[in-house]
């Protein structure tokens, strides 16, 4: 199993992010991800190509990753092109991880559509491969329209980093099947619909003559480990269940996961958690991740460290117990 980690998130936390970035790959994580939300204080970043950019060139062999970009934010032509040039300064470690979106008040801020944004993403990834592998492009689409242009230069990997996509919906499954690499399940889901998403996304591929087993099966979880489960338990409700509570126990917009009775269940955190986090000692943790590699496949997890107020300390402490812990356990190196 491979393990990537999402590090502290925020503009302003930008040192401490390359910090916990250069220690991941000196510790031995396999990848580092960055998500993308706009206008959230102290949370997310709103340009994660931008801030990646800055890792690869303090890094030398660490995957660098999107979980999750969302497209429908970009001009394609802009996006393939700076997805080729960071594919070029960390020479080809990116891993492009997109997705549709769901928070209106984002589109509001970028005076995008709401509607129809699932049909502009396919047009506009459609698009991007045909830039990043044809020295002359002519595409007209119903949103985009090029005719016999080209972007220079092309990506490092040839015929373009991995596309990851994410999403719930049957249409956004559909979408990872037949125009991604792989599908990349966020964090907030727990195991029963996680297998329920999964099966439709199998489907799909099984439709189109693929063997799910020949794709990458990554997983995003939220993770807070320490050296005892009170500890961890204590960080958790400190921080994670904040984070739930005041991000998604909202009436101002609807979570695609978490809206009514999901949101409610925040309150009851304990019960909320289970089959979803990843909380505890190093051996609680190990056993919480081999049910979801037992269940559901994963063979790369990607760990987000980072709830708003969580300090920088703890996530480079948590990333050392990890890395010593629990990467041994699923390595066949021993503890």
Same mark, same amino acid.
């Given at each position: ?12 936390? &930008?040192?401490? &992010? #390359? ?6 790959e ?6 580092? @991800? ?5 206008g ?9 190509? =931008?801030?990646? /950019? ?14 999750? #970009? ?5 001009h394609?032509?802009?996006? %393939? +092109?700076?997805?080729?040039? #960071? ?11 997109? !997705?549709?979106? $769901?928070k209106?008040d ?10 129809? *944004? ?5 047009? %506009? ?6 830039? @990043? ?9 119903k949103? $985009? ?13 040839r015929?373009?980093?991995?596309l990851?996509?994410?999403? @719930? ?5 559909? *979408?990872? %099947? ?5 599908w990349i ?9 996680l297998?329920?998403a ?20 990554? =997983?995003? *979880?939220?993770?807070?480990? /320490?050296?005892?489960?009170e500890? !961890?338990? +204590? ?12 991000e &998604? !126990? ?14 409610a ?34 063979d790369?997890?990607?760990c987000?460290l ?8 703890f ?6 117990l990890? !890395?010593?812990?629990?990467?041994? /356990? ?6």
């Amino acid at each position: 199993m491979k393990f990537g980690f999402i590090p502290i998130e925020g503009g302003a936390y &930008y040192p401490q &992010y #390359l910090e916990q970035v250069e220690l991941g790959e000196a510790l031995g994580f396999d990848s580092v @991800w960055l998500e993308e939300h706009h206008g959230v204080k102290d949370h997310y970043w709103p340009s994660p190509l =931008l801030a990646l /950019a800055g890792a690869a060139t303090r890094t030398e062999r660490i995957s660098l990753g999107t979980d999750i #970009l969302v497209a429908p934010f970009y001009h394609p032509v802009r996006l %393939a +092109e700076d997805v080729a040039l #960071l594919d070029i300064i960390s020479k080809g470690r990116l891993i492009l991880g997109m !997705a549709i979106g $769901y928070k209106p008040d984002e589109f509001d801020l970028y005076q995008v559509p709401f509607t129809k *944004r699932g049909e502009r993403f396919e047009e %506009a990834l459609c698009l991007m491969k045909q830039l @990043w592998t044809q020295d002359a492009v002519t595409f007209e689409g119903k949103y $985009y329209q090029v005719k016999g242009q080209r972007i220079e230069p092309k990506p490092y990997q040839r015929p373009h980093p991995p596309l990851w996509l994410g999403g @719930w919906g049957k249409l956004s499954l559909t *979408r990872a %099947a037949f125009l991604g690499q792989a599908w990349i399940p966020g964090p907030t889901a727990d195991l029963a619909k996680l297998l329920e998403a999964q099966k439709i996304y199998h489907t799909k591929l099984e439709s189109m003559g693929i063997m799910p087993g020949s794709r990458p099966t990554p =997983l995003t *979880r939220d993770l807070v480990i /320490a050296k005892t489960d009170e500890e !961890a338990w +204590e960080m958790a409700k400190r921080h994670l269940s904040i984070s739930y509570r005041d991000e &998604y !126990a909202t009436a101002t917009w609807s979570h695609p996961l978490l809206s009514g009775g999901g949101s409610a269940s925040i309150e009851q955190f304990e019960d909320f958690s289970k089959d979803r986090f990843l909380i505890g000692d190093p051996d609680t943790v190990i056993q919480q991740i081999q049910r979801f590699e037992q269940a559901f496949g994963v063979d790369h997890l990607i760990c987000r460290l980072y709830f708003p107020g969580m300090p920088h300390d703890f996530i480079l402490q948590e990333l050392k117990l990890f !890395a010593a812990e629990v990467i041994p /356990a699923f390595k066949g190196e021993g503890r």
